[in-house]
């Protein structure tokens, strides 16, 4: 069982950066996956960043890259997402999920079946 609680949301302009957080407790295993999702009002919810705990390999939707990066620390299982250059098509809410299955390397790695624990969301909103 793994527990996830985010921080970090709020509101901010374009062009500006946040920065969420996500601690993750509990059964920890060392193939330890961590990512980012967001969710808007009617649509599907959609990987942001996804990152391979044990040896920091990363997948970036296309939506994050050059824009966003995400930053791990393996021994206190925390995942940040530093959000920069923000856009009024990045508000959502934002969910951090964890899991602990193997996975190959590749765009599945965004599919949120993929993941069984999830937090709670926190709320990004960018204003023009």
């Known amino acids: 069982q793994v527990q996830l609680v985010e921080s970090g949301g709020g509101s901010v302009q374009t062009g500006g950066s946040l920065t969420l957080s996500c601690v993750a407790s509990?059964?920890?295993?060392?193939?330890?996956?961590m990512g980012w999702f967001r969710q808007t009002p009617g649509n599907e919810r959609e990987g942001v960043i996804v990152?391979?705990?044990?040896?920091?390999?990363?997948y970036f939707a296309d939506s994050a890259k050059g824009r966003f990066t995400a930053i791990r620390n393996e021994v206190k299982g925390t995942l940040e997402l530093v959000m920069s250059r923000l856009k009024p098509e990045d508000t959502a809410m934002y969910y951090c999920?964890?899991?602990?299955?193997?996975?190959?390397?590749?765009?599945?790695?965004?599919?949120?079946?993929?993941?069984?624990?999830w937090g709670q969301g926190t709320q990004v909103t960018v204003s023009t």
């Open positions: 509990g059964s920890l295993d060392r193939n330890l996956y």
């Open positions: 999920a964890a899991d602990t299955t193997v996975k190959e390397y590749g765009s599945r790695w965004l599919a949120p079946s993929e993941y069984n624990y």
């Open positions: 990152i391979q705990m044990r040896t920091g390999l990363t």
